[in-house]
């Protein structure tokens, strides 16, 4: 008795120094964002006439009564200016939309910061997403009816950029474009993968932003089974929106295909104006910021510019290999090029691709994204090696959903940062349950430009189950760095109606996101497999049905097939 007592004490204390502990660096990333954008402001030339900042305050009311808290930065001395504007669920970031107002007014700016309804000072309830689109459209139409705005722009990353997606394609007329960073209109691609669940992602914010502290611990959340009574269980009261994501799980569920999500993924391609977007080849919200921008009506794609940097979902550099010296990972000189443009001297953009181009530590600018494929190599897996033709035998590994492979180099993270990005790998077969595949050191540069799909021959015992690669360019010294890797199951990758029966031969496909990587002649390329990589993707239980439902694990004994059906595709763009 006395020892469980003091069991859950000592439980309690770990999990309130894990709470703290997550304070301490939520706080220490805001004050080196604020250091950031101040250093990034004050390397920017300008010889313009330079204004003070006149501030105000007001209680904005929606259609419905609810009143929002507005704040409006003027710059002294002009009766009309160009006006900024943002929405933010987000006011914990306070000291950054001051640091904003102050700069954008410096330069003859206006600046409007909104929070959303039901956070910070704003009235009303707080549910994510589904009230942007009328609360956006209302504080639009108020800002366009205001003397003293000549002309608007709309920017925000993540939330902020959702918040002007939400309305891109019904802003008044003074809205002459928009700078969206670091978010998608792919709703259903943010929060799946081959019906994988981004954990890291949603189950992270969804503790964040749950409208009440929340202090269970993050992995013990994931972990938890069945998913879908955690919120009741760990997190002190339902979610509705939450238990929504974590049942819709294929793309043609109604969750998707209707209401908000379904309108949010058809506003790219019903806006007008010219929009910036900008994302990373290792922000989770890529995959689905490269959909929206391939859903651009091809009269605004015209317009628009694209630009793919190499950073996290916080602007933060993450490669592991060396310094890199062209990264351009801030945003401000971004914002004040494309508004100067826009507002200032009021001219349309000419449509502009850009990407970082990794490995080469320089910036391309190309016709198009995705970029035209010069050719298409294979290398087909060996019993260790990556090779020109195909080879017969198989490899196997048991996987163990209780023990899962942690995820380090990621794409898809959020709430473990500090896993995104080109890390340094363990050796090869470093664990049983992940097997590698190498090829020879590459005489010339292999140039990498699009997706990378690996094609897996594939056969278990159990009724479905979940394949994971990683591929990774090793140094000529051994080290070895991730390029891309990605996740998929036997179910997403049957025919629609079909299900798997145990010890057949499955062909499965891991897509991975893009990536414009160049392998430098003397390294060599790595591929491992393996069937998890937790917490970026919910641990598959090795049984077939909705994830977040199922109550146990099992053990599932995989087994690789060689030859002609198991390869990696490498689209390569070659000047």
């Known amino acids: 008795m006395r020892t469980r007592k003091g069991g859950k004490i000592n439980d309690r204390g770990r999990k309130k120094a894990a709470a703290e502990q997550k304070q301490r660096e939520m706080e220490e990333m805001m004050r080196q964002a604020q250091e950031s954008y101040r250093q990034e402001y004050a390397s920017m030339p300008y010889d313009g006439p330079v204004y003070g900042c006149r501030r105000e305050e007001l ?25 900024l504007i943002q929405r933010s669920c987000y006011p914990n970031q306070q000291p950054l939309y001051e640091i904003n107002g102050a700069e954008l007014t410096r330069r003859g700016y206006g600046y409007v910061i909104q929070t959303c309804r039901g956070t910070g000072k704003s009235e009303g309830h707080w549910e994510p997403n589904v009230n942007e689109r009328p609360d956006g459209r209302d504080t639009l139409q108020w800002l366009n009816d205001q003397p003293w705005a000549e002309s608007i722009g709309y920017f925000g990353a993540s939330y902020l950029a959702l918040t002007g997606w939400a309305i891109a394609d019904i802003v008044p007329p003074k809205v002459k474009g928009m700078m969206l960073t670091v978010y998608g209109t792919d709703r259903f691609k943010s929060a799946y993968e081959k019906g994988l669940f981004r954990h890291d992602v949603l189950t992270g914010w969804a503790m964040q932003n749950a409208g009440h502290p929340v202090t269970a611990d993050y992995l013990e959340s994931c972990r938890f089974r069945p998913h879908d009574k955690v919120d009741e269980a760990l997190w002190g009261g339902k979610l509705d929106w939450y238990q929504d994501w974590i049942h819709a799980t294929r793309r043609t569920d109604a969750y998707w295909q209707q209401g908000w999500w379904k309108l949010l993924a058809d506003v790219p391609g019903n806006t007008k104006v010219p929009v910036y977007i ?6 989770h ?34 490669i592991a290999w060396g310094e890199q010296h062209n990264l351009e990972n801030g945003d401000a000189h971004r914002l004040l090029e494309w508004f100067d443009l826009l507002l200032k001297q009021k001219k349309q953009p000419e449509k502009r691709v850009r990407t970082y181009v990794m490995r080469e530590d320089r910036w391309k600018t190309l016709e198009a994204w995705p970029a035209p494929v010069s050719r298409t190599e294979k290398l087909y897996l060996g019993e260790t090696t990556l090779n020109a033709e195909p080879a017969e035998g198989e490899r196997t590994f048991v996987y163990d959903p209780e023990n899962p492979v942690p995820s380090h180099g990621a794409e898809s ?35 990498i430009c699009g997706q990378i799909k690996v094609h897996l021959n594939v056969s278990t015992d159990v009724d479905d189950t979940a394949f994971t690669a990683k591929l990774m360019e090793v140094f000529p010294d051994g080290r070895a760095y991730n390029i891309r890797g990605g996740i998929t199951t036997i179910a997403a990758d049957l025919p629609e109606g079909q299900t798997y029966t145990p010890g057949q031969t499955a062909k499965v496909c891991v897509e991975m996101w893009d990536m414009n990587w160049t392998v430098q002649p003397g390294s060599c390329l790595r591929l491992d497999v393996s069937s998890s990589d937790f917490p970026q993707y919910a641990v598959h239980s090795n049984y077939a049905g909705v994830w977040s439902e199922q109550e146990k694990t099992r053990i599932a004994h995989q087994k690789i097939l060689l030859g002609e059906g198991s390869f990696v595709e490498l689209p390569l763009h070659e000047n």
């Open 59 to 83: 209680m904005l009311p929606m259609q419905d009564g609810v009143k929002l808290y507005t704040e409006i930065f003027k710059p002294e001395g002009l009766a009309q200016f160009p006006v």
């Open 413 to 447: 993270v959020l709430t473990t940062i500090a896993e995104a990005g080109s890390l340094l790998q363990p050796e090869p077969d470093y664990r049983p349950d992940v097997v590698s595949f190498v090829s020879a050191p590459l005489e010339k540069a292999l140039p």
């Open 285 to 318: 919200h890529f995959g689905s910021a490269i959909n929206t921008y391939a859903s651009l009506a091809p009269e605004t794609k015209e317009h628009s510019w694209l630009d793919i940097g190499c950073w996290n979902h916080m602007s933060q550099p993450c």
């Open 278 to 283: 900008i994302d990373a080849w290792y922000d």
